[in-house]
């Protein structure tokens, strides 16, 4: 099935996966093949895949619906009307920006803007790398703490739009010091 879709691709479209897509696509592939081949399938199949990869790739869409045999344009309204679904995959270092009542009246709007300014990327979108994704969320339930953002699963309280820039920070020596460990113990 994989294949036969990939071979609808042009040069460019196919290009743009990258070797961890196509990990994810040829795992659904075999994933799907556990799936009862019924439209009522649907939504569980895209819930599998959501669960299993935290995302659901265009592609995988695509072998859904012919896995099922419904349309594309069935797979996407069901895909677009249910807020769990993300098109993205999920960074490495997930953010959470809660704009609920208390962290939107302390300034969670410029909390959010600052971290988009900073990662160059817009909520709901990962970095080209998979380093970071960015995400509004209505309420994480640290009203107490607002403004709130949820760095993978670290609660950093009190997020001033300077702070936005020493989080990235942190998760960046982070990064550099587990790099350098792993330099270390393959010598």
């Given at each position: 099935?994989?294949?036969?879709?990939?071979?609808?691709?042009?040069?460019?479209?196919?290009?743009?996966?990258?070797?961890?897509?196509?990990?994810?696509?040829?795992?659904?592939?075999?994933?799907l093949?556990?799936v009862?081949?019924e439209?009522?399938?649907?939504?569980?199949?895209?819930?599998?895949?959501?669960?299993?990869?935290?995302?659901?790739?265009?592609?995988?869409?695509?072998m859904?619906?012919?896995?099922?045999?419904?349309t594309?344009?069935?797979?996407?309204?069901?895909?677009t009307?249910?807020?769990q679904?993300r098109?993205?995959?999920?960074?490495?270092?997930?953010?959470?920006?809660?704009?609920?009542?208390?962290?939107h009246?302390?300034?969670?709007?410029?909390?959010?803007?600052?971290?988009e300014?900073?990662?160059?990327?817009?909520?709901?979108?990962t970095?080209?790398?998979?380093?970071?994704?960015?995400?509004r969320?209505?309420?994480i339930?640290?009203?107490a703490?607002?403004?709130?953002?949820v760095?993978?699963?670290?609660?950093?309280?009190?997020?001033?739009?300077?702070?936005?820039?020493?989080?990235?920070?942190?998760?960046?020596?982070?990064?550099?010091?587990?790099?350098?460990?792993?330099?270390?113990?393959?010598?």
């Open positions: 099935m994989l294949d036969r879709i990939l071979a609808t691709l042009d040069e460019s479209e196919k290009a743009a996966i990258d070797e961890e897509e196509l990990a994810v696509l040829k795992a659904v592939a075999d994933e093949l556990s009862p081949q439209s009522l399938q649907l939504l569980p199949a895209l819930q599998m895949i959501q669960t299993k990869h935290g995302y659901l790739p265009r592609l995988a869409l695509r859904v619906a012919e896995h099922l045999a419904v594309i344009g069935n797979v996407y309204g069901i895909a009307f249910y807020n679904f098109f993205n995959p999920p960074g490495r270092n997930p953010i959470k920006v809660c704009l609920g009542t208390a962290c009246v302390k300034g969670g709007e410029i909390i959010l803007e600052n971290f300014r900073r990662l160059g990327i817009k909520e709901n979108e970095s080209e790398d998979r380093e970071y994704s960015l995400e969320v209505a309420c339930g640290c009203c703490l607002a403004p709130a953002v760095v993978g699963e670290k609660v950093e309280a009190y997020v001033t739009p300077s702070k936005v820039e020493g989080i990235i920070t942190e998760i960046e020596v982070r990064k550099e010091m587990a790099a350098r460990e792993q330099e270390k113990n393959e010598d």
